[in-house]
């Protein structure tokens, strides 16, 4: 382990490996060798405290030795196996899955992470309805897949080849709104106007689905005001149309409970979930489907698979991830972090660092906004958040930035003394830059 293994990762990997969502030529990104809880470190073992869960997804902390042991317990049994076998870790993973949403879900549908998972919520809410339009936010991530089997020549293609299909909406967001509301209780009720005269004006009928984010995450942790979601739902009832809530981001402990829509009045019609339902240990997502849809499919065959749906790796750590997370109380420590040290920390930064536009969030899952200008809210550029990345870099700090916000959002397993840390250097990076 030295600095030439860093230089050494460094030059492979700026040689030879392709990143995402990039312009190649000017990358330079951070060595990471190892790692456990909270913090990673790189060959020279420069150490950082882990503020971003890598992206999003580390719920359990890094390197969990129950998880770890599961893994190569499994791998010393069976590592790999058909999608169409039974398997008892695969069924012990559906089973682990469904205890912890609520009544009515009755099977899980395991993909490889969270844009399969809502490619096939998506066509089993297409297939359950007989109808072809989704309807989702502006302000939303749900993957990066799409055309590939619309690509395919063979019969897969044809149950899946959908026209006009989607549909954007804005959701709420009372501090950008754009509803022209000055409060929650006016966002959440002209939000759902706008949604459901979008709906209207498109066609009830021709509506599967509304897929959100129970809470958008990377588009800026956009907590939904009161009566928002319940709001939701009942349009969807009103007709006829399916809600999908993507909890790939904030379920499974994000925001200090299992499933972020625990801490709203709604229930979904399909959850799709990856990220935390193993922190990412081994690739792995699903969609949770109640009952009905699950009865869609009794008698009719379902258009969509993966080689690696339910892979057994995947399955013995999901079993192991929610199992510790049950047995250590990580769940409750992420809402107790997030009230007792992440609430009241970030509202003291933007109570006084003028750079602070606002901060929400709940749980481990919070959005500190930049601003140039507390009274215009004019966004701070790039240049801006790169020197708050250098700063939080070099206090040993590992940030997780979108557009011109910081997102806290530290592994559910933080400790109150980590995340008193974690929020004192961030708060000396802002009055630095600001
Ligand atoms: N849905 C949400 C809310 C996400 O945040 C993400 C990834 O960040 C995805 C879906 C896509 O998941 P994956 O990258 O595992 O395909």
New binding site residues.
Partial sequence: MSTDDDATALRLDRDHVFHSWSAQAHLSPLVIAGGLGSTVWDHAGRRYLDFSSQ?VNTNIGHQHPKVVAAIQEQAATLTTVAPATANLTRGLAAERVLSHAPDGFTSVFFTN????A?ENAIRMARLHTGRDKVVSAYRS????TGAAVVATGDWRRVPNEYARAHVHHFGPYLYRSEFWATTPEQESERALHHLERVIQAEGPTSVAAILL?TIP??AGVLVPPPGYLAGVRAIADRYGILLIL?E??AGFGRTGRWFAFDSFDVVPDLITF??GVNSGYVPA?GVILSEPIAKTFDDRVFPGGLTYSGHPLAMASIVAALDAMADEGIVENAATVGRDVLGPGLAELAATNPLVGEVRGLGVFWAVELVRDQATREPVDAALMGRVKAGALARGLLPFLADNRVHVVPPCVVTPEEAETGLGLLTEVLAEVA
């Fill in positions: 992206l992470g969270g844009a399969d809502n991530y749900h993957g990066n984010e995450g990377t993507d790939v981001m990856a990220k997502g």
